[in-house]
T-cell receptor
Framework: DGGITQSPKYLFRKEGQNVTLSCEQNLNHDAMYWYRQDPGQGLRLIYY???????QKGDIAEGYSVSREKKESFPLTVTSAQKNPTAFYLCASSIGTETGELFFGEGSRLTVL | AQSVAQPEDQVNVAEGNPLTVKCTYSVSGNPYLFWYVQYPNRGLQFLLK??????LVKGSYGFEAEFNKSQTSFHLKKPSALVSDSALYFCAVREGSNTGKLIFGQGTTLQVKP
């Protein structure tokens, strides 16, 4: 079945450590996105990529980094510079930019101890 | 700047009754509007979208939404609620004309009681 796979589902991190969240899709979609979800705040865009080897900052990119070396993969690194990293992270993809319909993975919950 | 608002944090409805989850938007140009549903600790699932055409859009699981340009609203509706419809619902609007980025509302928790 085609879809988006995020791993790990749950991740615990000590303060000062970088962590990388994996996002892989086999939908052959060009565009990929990372959103952060906090209770009562909806989803906020961290980074997005419309094509391989290109990505742009979203609304809350500080303390995060991404890469897009392959069409299928869009990993997100949460760095130690992110002051409040505990959140639910959602990866999504879309065929292109015309219709905007996003397909989401199951999410990764990061907790900083 | 594009924005979307969901004025209710929570909606409570009895099973079998009709339900409405409200959404209003602010965009420049033609709006591209979406509804998603999220179950606990899961990703978002697409329900329906409005791009152009008929103001009443039908989607998954018996949901529909009515686009009202004069009121800048895109309310989600279902004629008869099920307990299994209890979840978190998000309205979203596309940010620009050449981007797939979506701006999401804060979300509305729907509670359907037996």
């Amino acid at each position: 079945d085609g879809g988006i796979t995020q791993s790990p589902k749950y991740l615990f991190r000590k303060e000062g450590q970088n962590v990388t969240l994996s996002c892989e899709q086999n939908l052959n979609h060009d565009a990929m996105y990372w959103y952060r979800q906090d209770p009562g705040q909806g989803l906020r865009l961290i980074y997005y990529s419309q094509i391989v080897n290109d990505f742009q900052k979203g609304d809350i990119a500080e303390g995060y980094s991404v890469s897009r070396e392959k069409k299928e993969s869009f990993p997100l690194t949460v760095t130690s510079a992110q002051k409040n990293p505990t959140a639910f992270y959602l990866c999504a993809s879309s065929i292109g930019t015309e219709t905007g319909e996003l397909f989401f993975g199951e999410g990764s919950r990061l907790t900083v101890l | 700047a594009q924005s979307v608002a969901q004025p209710e944090d929570q909606v409570n409805v009895a099973e079998g009754n009709p339900l409405t989850v409200k959404c209003t938007y602010s965009v420049s140009g033609n709006p591209y509007l979406f509804w998603y549903v999220q179950y606990p600790n899961r990703g978002l699932q697409f329900l329906l979208k409005y791009i152009t055409g008929d103001n009443l859009v039908k989607g998954s699981y018996g949901f529909e939404a009515e686009f009202n340009k004069s009121q800048t609203s895109f309310h989600l509706k279902k004629p008869s609620a099920l307990v299994s419809d209890s979840a978190l619902y998000f309205c979203a609007v596309r940010e620009g004309s050449n981007t797939g980025k979506l701006i999401f509302g804060q979300g509305t928790t729907l509670q359907v009681k037996p």
